[in-house]
């Protein structure tokens, strides 16, 4: 922690006695001061408790967290994963084939070129009819078996993205390891029209494995041969293990160790939404997050999008305690985007110690959480209204629908604005019963697009994915390993093998080991 903390912590108990609304009436040109446009985003950031003091001592801080020189080691291939000793290079999934990065003395560009276009082949044969099951049928359902980044960034996506469609085959998605999640979907799908995607960086994910080992039974019982193999595709790191499940070394796509699984969407494992939005779809996607990258990498601090939301979270978990940030896209073609973004932001800066193992003393990552406008306003608006709690508010709206229902999404853009402004502006403190007073005063984003087009969606995700890197830098933390996500994992493991030999290990607790006793009496 740097004198730049105590500075921006002083300024902050300064500023945020102050109403916001006055801050507008006390500065006739703040929208233009705080506000800016990258390609298909507008980013208005003036209901923040900022001013032209606490801009400049934040840029300042950014600065001497050499925030920078941090964003180029992103994008040159260094290793930003310093616990893993390897880079972070999701950003070069998104890169124009026609450019070059070496790491290890390998061009990756080349080798991502080779793997999408592969995937683009599978995509086409699925979309003309040529792709067969085990009976010659041709594929109507595709279900994809994945958990976390494997499942999160597709399944949203192909949702946000339904309008942009291109194929009659419908998409499915089983992550959980609960029997329903698996019966639900296999209930919908005839065996010999159904495609399974098997998507797993280590192939060893026990959630999938478990869900394609229901998957592949299910098919040799439908079809009655043993002879599957046409009916499984894998989306891998390791496609040893894929091809030792059965899968032909054809119907293997690989990525590599370098791509986390929450920024794996613009790899292979984009494979369900390629086949969702056809292959001109998807490129436009991608040409979305590239415009952000380049944007990230080359703009200023002061008028660099990602830099300044990062910023702004942070001056509010430092100078207010605001541990919590709610994301309200006006959308509901976006309901699962607060779930996307719960897994990129708290799995990569949901951490305790700084890069070098230290404990850290001061709070990091937020709690992310949110739904899609207008259902939140007859749920937890009160709260943001009249609770108690101190909650930033990104609001997400897009001027124009693919609906042709140009009316009612009027009111559904009023509904965000209006909304926005309540929360500033609060009312009148003259109100006659003090139950009826809402304070006001509350911060607030609005990130404005024209549609929700597949660029515009890729542009989207880019700004949150950087937006979280640059936190983790201004904390100076691995946003790139996840270790608390393989501690309960490890744990679970045992507990099966207690449970299938009826008894439990008597190092552990005497809390576990009853439940597993309840458990095993009741079999």
Known sequence: MNNSWQTLYEMAQTIKNKRLADLFSQDKDRVQKFSLSVDEVYLDYSKNFIDDATMTALVDFAQTCELPQKVKHLFSGESVNNTENRPALHTA???????????????????????????????????????????????????????????????????????YQQTPIKLHFVSNIDPDAISSVLKECDCATTLFIISSKSFTTPETLENAKVAKEWLQKGLKTQEVVKHFVAVTANPEKAHAFGILPENILCFWEWVGGRYSIWSTIGLPLAIAIGLENYEEFLLGARKMDEHFKEAPIEQNMPVILGLLGWWYIHGWQGTTIAVLPYSERLKRFADYLQQLDMESNGKSVDKQGERLGYATGPIVWGQAGTNGQHAFYQLLHQGTHFIPIDFIVFKHSNSVLAEQHKHLIANAIAQAAALMHGSDTSAKFAHEHMPGNKPSNMLMLEKLTPRALGQLLALYEHKVYVQGVLWDINSFDQPGVELGKKLAKKVVECINHKKAEATMDASTQSLIEKVITSD
Do not use: W, Y
């Not at 980044?149 to 993205?161: N, Q």
């Open 93 to 163: 999934l998104r890169q124009c084939s026609s450019t070059s990065l070496s790491v290890n003395g390998e061009n990756i560009i080349a080798s991502i070129k080779s793997q999408k276009e592969k995937m683009f082949r599978l995509v086409n044969e699925l979309h003309q009819g040529i792709f067969h099951g085990a009976t010659g049928k041709k594929i109507t359902d595709v279900v994809n078996l994945g958990i976390g980044g494997s499942d999160l960034g597709p399944a949203m996506a192909v949702e946000a993205l339904n309008d």
